[in-house]
């Protein structure tokens, strides 16, 4: 089945530092990519939505200079937190469109990345 | 606007026992519903999808339903086991386009020994 793998899965970073998560679609290629961002105890939340080899579309209220989003290749994206702040400390998690299985919904999610920034 | 409501919002149950979460959703145009299974500190793991011309789909011990007549949704999980215990998440995503998922909040099962 379809695997994406997400690392670290666990990162704690100061405050004013960058952090920078990969998300890669292992047995697949994944035309498009998405970064959520999930507090505790509440649902996924979509911050961007990133196609491989154009800019990302971000959702209202997530600061596009803050978390880059970059989509090179069809197996690989990657999320930085630039500056980080403790209030950006969340669970990050990415997730895959399979590009050949687009007729069965195909999605799959990472494991997530739990960021503490101190 | 695009909502997905589940309940209970926490649950607790013996092992062995059976269990049903709900999920109802405004979602429109209806595309698809999911169910997945989130551990603690995890990624969402999909359990099943279902299409509006679909009423019940299994896995395993889990099986879900459908009335997309009024959008209503169940999870049911027979003989539950120790590692049921987990946040069960539906996701309703809308015709119009593939990033169009709306999430609930997930209920929490807790499956005691």
């Known amino acids: 089945g379809a695997v994406v793998s997400q690392h670290p899965s666990w990162v704690i970073c100061k405050s004013g530092t960058s952090v920078k998560i990969e998300c890669r679609s292992l047995?697949?290629?994944?035309?498009?990519m998405f970064w959520y961002r999930q507090f505790p105890k509440q649902s996924l939340m979509l911050m961007a939505t990133?196609?491989?080899?154009?800019?990302?579309?971000?959702e209202q209220g997530v600061e596009k200079d803050k978390f880059l989003i970059n989509h090179a290749s069809l197996t690989l994206s990657t999320l930085t937190v630039t500056s980080a702040h403790p209030e950006d400390s969340s669970f990050y998690i990415c997730?895959?469109?399979?590009?050949?299985?687009?007729?069965?919904?195909?999605?799959?999610f990472g494991s997530g990345t739990r960021l503490t920034v101190v | 606007k695009n909502q997905v409501e589940q309940s209970p919002q926490s649950l607790i149950i013996l092992e062995g026992k059976n269990c049903t979460l709900q999920?109802?959703?405004?979602?429109?145009?209806?595309?698809?519903l999911r169910w997945y299974k989130q551990d603690t500190g995890r990624g969402p793991v999909s359990l099943t999808i279902?299409?509006?011309?679909?009423n019940t789909k299994s896995n395993g011990r889990y099986t879900a339903t459908l009335d997309a007549d009024t959008k209503q949704s169940s999870l049911h999980i027979t003989a539950s086991q120790l590692s049921d215990s987990a946040s069960y998440i539906c996701?309703?995503?809308?015709?119009?386009?593939?990033?169009?998922?709306?999430f609930g909040k997930g209920t929490m099962l807790l499956v005691s020994p």
């Open positions: 997730s895959a469109r399979d590009r050949d299985r687009v007729a069965n919904y195909g999605y799959t």
């Open positions: 047995d697949f290629q994944a035309t498009t």
């Open positions: 990133s196609n491989e080899g154009s800019k990302a579309t971000y």
């Open positions: 999920c109802n959703y405004t979602v429109s145009p209806f595309s698809n």
């Open positions: 279902m299409t509006f011309s679909e």
């Open positions: 996701v309703v995503s809308a015709r119009s386009g593939y990033s169009t998922l709306t």
